[in-house]
């Protein structure tokens, strides 16, 4: 049986260090390294201070406002339910959100909405799957794998989130 060799980097972003693990082929894995989500390099996994420069690259471009999307080669190892997730979270464009239940019904299950969200907070990919633009039904920023001010940044850096800073509020402004 073929076994993917795993290799594995730090990259420094403007919400913090980010683990990026995959193989030659593809990415399996971006981690916050801080929040509820947190992966760290497990055994057999082999360190490579300069891999996935095209990974490094495309979030540079991303942070820089300089990229909507990503086009990267990544591997999804989830469910058959948790990849119909995952892959209609990356039809959600740039600046605008969701709620779990507009993803419910996207993805044909209209009373799996706990299941939807279960499936997002397990998405492998952050930002890359941008599972950080589904909020709410009632326009509330819920859970995030890499903390709540974390997903209030990256939707504030698209666009879909404006800072009421005289009323100290947040608003999601694109749905």
């Known amino acids: ?26 990415l399996h894995l971006l981690s916050f390294q801080s929040g509820s989500r947190v ?26 406002g300089k990229r909507t999307t990503f086009t990267l080669p990544l591997y999804l190892s989830g469910t058959a339910f948790q990849n119909a997730v995952w892959t209609t979270l990356q039809s959600i464009p740039h600046g605008v959100t969701t709620t779990y239940r507009e993803l419910a019904v996207r993805i044909g299950r209209p009373a799996a909405v706990r299941a939807v969200g279960a499936a997002n907070g397990a998405n492998p990919l952050p930002i890359i799957i941008p599972c950080h633009r ?38 999601v402004r694109a749905r």
Do not use: C
Not at 8 to 20: K, N
């Open 39 to 64: 992966h760290h390099p497990r055994d057999g996994w082999r360190h490579d201070p300069d891999g996935f420069p095209k990974v490094r690259r495309q979030l540079d471009e991303y942070f820089a």
């Open 134 to 171: 589904v909020i709410g039904t009632n326009g509330s920023l819920t859970g995030f794998g890499g903390g709540i001010e974390t997903k209030r940044f990256l939707l504030g850096h698209e666009g879909a989130l404006v800072d009421d800073a005289a009323a100290g509020l947040f608003e």
């Open 1 to 26: 049986m073929f076994e993917r060799v795993v290799s594995y980097t730090y990259v420094e972003t403007r919400i913090g260090r980010l683990l990026l693990a995959g193989d030659a082929e593809s």
